[in-house]
Structures are given as structure tokens and as C-alpha cells.
Nanobody, 120 residues
Framework: QVHLVESGGGLVQPGGSLRLSCTVS????????MGWYRQAPGKQRELVAV???????TYGPFVLGRFHISEVTAENTVYLQMNSLKPEDTAVYFC??????????????WGKGTQVTVSS
């Protein structure tokens, strides 16, 4: 069974930084993409950043150079470095992965989410 395990959320002051990590565990054939979405109360889930594992990265329009997503490591982990955080970045951040468990079929997988709160 496949699991996405997230860590690194918490409370930070405006202007501060956090690093989120997500690790895929379980038996998989390949990782086609990994990244993060977020959902604030009363809003739809939105893309934060996705690494398309060798085919570039995609960032949400609000990122504006403040966040950086790593490459997918050999340990099936991806990191999201978030700098210059603003109160409007407050949300639950969900790890996302596009995985091939049985070749060649790929499917979306989601973590349970980690809370990020930006407040003074």
C-alpha cells in the first residue's frame, strides 16, 4: 500500500520560513510528479508547486519566487522551502504525487495534509 507522509508544518511569523517534506512509502514502479497543493478555509484547493520529475517544475501564481521545490530524491522525498511567508499563505498543505504502481498506469495520490499558519 502506498502512503504519502508529510512533515514540517507549523506556526510561523510573517516574513518567516518553513520547509515541508513529503516521502512516498510503499511499493511503486515510478514517480512521475510530486509536489504540494494547499487549501485555506472556504477556498478551493490550489496548486503550490509540483516537480514533474525531470520535466520541470510548476508553481502557483501567488508564489512569486518565494517558494522552491526540490527535485525528487532517491529516497522518494520532495521538499518545499517556503520563504517570506504571508498571513494569506495560511492553509492546510497537501502532498501530491503522480505515481505508477503497476506499469504503465499512473494515478494521483494525496497525503493527509499539514497545517501551516502564518501569524504574529
Amino acid at each position: 500500500q502506498v502512503h504519502l507522509v508529510e512533515s514540517g508544518g507549523g506556526l510561523v511569523q510573517p516574513g518567516g520560513s518553513l520547509r515541508l517534506s513529503c516521502t512516498v512509502s510503499g511499493r511503486i514502479f515510478s514517480i512521475n510528479a510530486m509536489g504540494w497543493y494547499r487549501q485555506a478555509p472556504g477556498k478551493q484547493r490550489e496548486l503550490v508547486a509540483v516537480n514533474n520529475n525531470g520535466s520541470g517544475t510548476t508553481y502557483g501564481p501567488f508564489v512569486l519566487g518565494r517558494f522552491h521545490i526540490s527535485e525528487v530524491t532517491a529516497e522518494n522525498t520532495v521538499y518545499l522551502q517556503m520563504n517570506s511567508l504571508k498571513p494569506e499563505d495560511t492553509a492546510v498543505y497537501f502532498c501530491y504525487a503522480l505515481l505508477v504502481v503497476v506499469d504503465p498506469w499512473q494515478n494521483d495520490y494525496w497525503g493527509k495534509g499539514t497545517q501551516v499558519t502564518v501569524s504574529s
